[in-house]
Nanobody
Framework: QVQLVESGGELVQAGDSLRLSCAFS????????MGWFRQAPGKEREFVAA????????YYADSVKGRFTISRHNAKNTVFLQMNSLKPDDTAVYYC?????????????????WGQGTQVTVSS
């Protein structure tokens, strides 16, 4: 059984940087594409970033391109989301997700496993 545990969320100020981590356990990490999603109060869950199982391709939502970077450290079974130049609109609960196979997806419905989420709050 796959388990995902996010960490690193906290209260920061606009313009700050923050790195989120997601620890993967239970199966072979490199068999899964990984994604980050977020959900703000009163809003739908939205795609943030994704990475293929070997880290050869990455994808980003337009709202975070140039500011966020997704990466994975396969030896540690961990995926990261480096967030720079944070804005108040980035405030949300951030979730990591795992999808069986090489291809990523923008749709959360296509992911097989989810973490519990970590809160990121960006003040003005």
């Amino acid at each position: 059984q796959v388990q995902l545990v996010e960490s690193g969320g906290e209260l920061v100020q606009a313009g700050d940087s923050l790195r989120l981590s997601c620890a993967f356990s239970g199966r072979t990490f490199t068999n899964y594409a990984m994604g980050w999603f977020r959900q703000a109060p009163g809003k739908e869950r939205e795609f943030v970033a994704a990475i293929t199982w070997s880290g050869d391709n990455t994808y980003y939502a337009d709202s975070v391109k140039g500011r966020f970077t997704i990466s994975r450290h396969n030896a540690k079974n961990t995926v990261f989301l480096q967030m720079n130049s944070l804005k108040p609109d980035d405030t949300a609960v951030y979730y990591c997700a795992a999808k069986v196979g090489y291809r990523t997806s923008y749709s959360g419905a296509e992911y097989d496993y989810w973490g519990q989420g970590t809160q990121v709050t960006v003040s003005s």
